[in-house]
């Protein structure tokens, strides 16, 4: 698994709504799956996320925590549960990827750009 420092334009929506926009990502490269960008916290509207209990373990990343996409106050936006997660204490080999947020690709709408 390789982790690089990225700059190109990383839009992610939900159900049309714009929930996330970076030129920061982290791309996690993994043996056998697609490029997984990772975005600073301070590019994702948190607002529209709630915390869940749900965690997984991956042996190379470390214990994910997981975010349900809830919409804004007063929306009628349908519930995504734990359609992003990120890493608060990642294993030392990819401790850049700490608190950064990674997105479903089945459900968030991933656009990026040079």
């Known amino acids: 698994m ?3 420092r990225g700059s190109q334009h990383v839009t992610v929506t939900i159900d049309g709504r714009v929930v996330a926009e970076s030129t920061r990502p982290l791309l996690v490269h993994e043996t ?3 490029v997984r960008y990772y975005l ?3 590019d994702v ?3 529209l996320f709630q915390p869940t209990d749900s965690h997984t373990i991956c042996p190379f990343k470390g214990e994910a925590a997981y975010w349900t996409y809830r919409g804004a106050a007063g929306d009628e936006a349908e519930p995504r549960p734990d359609v992003v ?3 608060p204490q990642p294993i030392e ?3 850049q990827i700490k608190d950064h947020l990674s997105f479903y690709d089945a459900v968030a709408k991933i ?3 040079e």
Do not use: C, F, I, M
């Open 93 to 95: 080999k990819v401790a």
């Open 45 to 47: 509207d948190l607002t």
């Open 40 to 42: 600073p916290p301070e």
């Open 85 to 87: 997660w990120a890493y």
């Open 32 to 34: 056998g799956l697609p």
């Open 111 to 113: 656009d990026v750009s």
């Open 2 to 4: 390789d982790v690089e």
